[in-house]
């Protein structure tokens, strides 16, 4: 496990600089090769976003969260996710690309909804303040989501799970982080080959 501070990482998509968020990925990667590590994982759903600009050069191979996540919903017979998460993730084609390569549809959040459940994790969950608020907003969006034909929902923040589940979710979630996790431990055992 190696990762800079996740202010090196917000410094530079602050500045919308994916190649030198990509280079921070690339540290990691070749401090794990380095070590024995045998393929890579990024629990960080943003940052999945820079992973085209280092994947040729990387010394390892990734599992892709999104892909990961595309596969389960295809699994569970889901047809159309919401996602949630950041703001930098939501506007990316990180989900989008991986979804609709597999026939699923998806539904982004509003901009005030996306702006919303951004300011949610980045000023309170990642400093460990779980609001019932927070958890009321996002009830709302994934409310709206299921109103509009989604029939999950993807949990695209590793915080998000802190308040959100399927206990109080209108509906069913798509832990990414969980899932990511659970992927490698298959990799990890029976040595298939990750997807990036």
């Not at 969980?178 to 080959?193: C, I, N, P």
């Amino acid at each position: 496990m190696h990762t800079p501070s996740l202010a090196e990482y917000t410094a530079r998509i602050d500045l919308n600089d994916w190649q030198a968020v990509g280079e921070l990925m690339l540290v990691s990667a070749n401090k794990l090769a380095a070590i024995g590590a045998d393929f890579l994982i990024c629990p960080d759903n943003t940052i999945h976003k820079a992973l085209a600009f280092i994947v040729t050069r990387s010394p390892l191979p990734w599992l892709h969260i999104a892909e990961v996540v595309a596969a389960h919903a295809v699994e569970r017979d889901f047809r159309c996710l919401g996602l949630i998460g950041t703001r930098w993730l939501v506007e990316s084609e990180v989900y989008p690309e991986k979804l609709t390569a597999l026939g699923l549809k998806y539904l982004r959040p509003s901009t005030a909804e996306r702006d919303e459940v951004h300011r949610i994790i980045m000023d309170e969950l990642v400093y460990g303040v779980f609001k019932p608020e927070a958890v009321a907003y996002h009830q709302r969006v994934i409310g709206r989501m299921k109103e509009d034909g989604c029939d999950a929902v993807v949990l695209g923040c590793t915080e998000i799970p802190l308040i959100m589940n399927d206990a109080n979710s209108p509906l069913p979630t798509l832990d990414s982080t969980r899932l990511l996790a659970r992927a490698a431990l298959r990799r990890a055992v029976q040595g298939s080959a990750p997807s990036t």
